[in-house]
Nanobody
Framework: QVRLVESGGGLVQAGGSLRLSCASS????????GGWYRQAPGKQRELVAS???????NYRDSVLGRFTISRDNSGNTVYLQMNSLEPEDTAVYYC???????????????WGQGTQVTVSS
């Protein structure tokens, strides 16, 4: 497993923006890709956005056009830029490192500790 450290969560008003970061000890996100998940109280964890080894991105419908996943050139850090936030986006957000190099993102066993995002109406 790879150690992942998240940062950037917080409290924001509806319509605001936040940027989440997930730092790894190596270039895991360039090799295996990565994903951002979220879990709201009483709900299952859901995949929000992912990026593959070759940089292809995917988003769940509810965040399409508002969220952007990216990584730095070294592949050490993956980001989630969240704009036009809505109260429904309130959740604990987790980053995940891909399981292996692939043209499709495959969830791996390495997770961040989670960061709380709260959007007030």
């Amino acid at each position: 497993q790879v150690r992942l450290v998240e940062s950037g969560g917080g409290l924001v008003q509806a319509g605001g923006s936040l940027r989440l970061s997930c730092a790894s000890s190596g270039n895991i996100f360039r090799i295996n890709g990565g994903g951002w998940y979220r879990q709201a109280p009483g709900k299952q964890r859901e995949l929000v956005a992912s990026i593959t080894t070759n940089g292809r991105t995917n988003y769940r419908d509810s965040v399409l056009g508002r969220f952007t996943i990216s990584r730095d050139n070294s592949g050490n850090t993956v980001y989630l830029q969240m704009n036009s936030l809505e109260p429904e986006d309130t959740a604990v957000y987790y980053c995940n490192a891909g399981a292996y190099a692939s043209t499709s993102y495959i969830s791996g066993n390495s997770w961040g500790q989670g960061t709380q995002v709260t959007v007030s109406s």
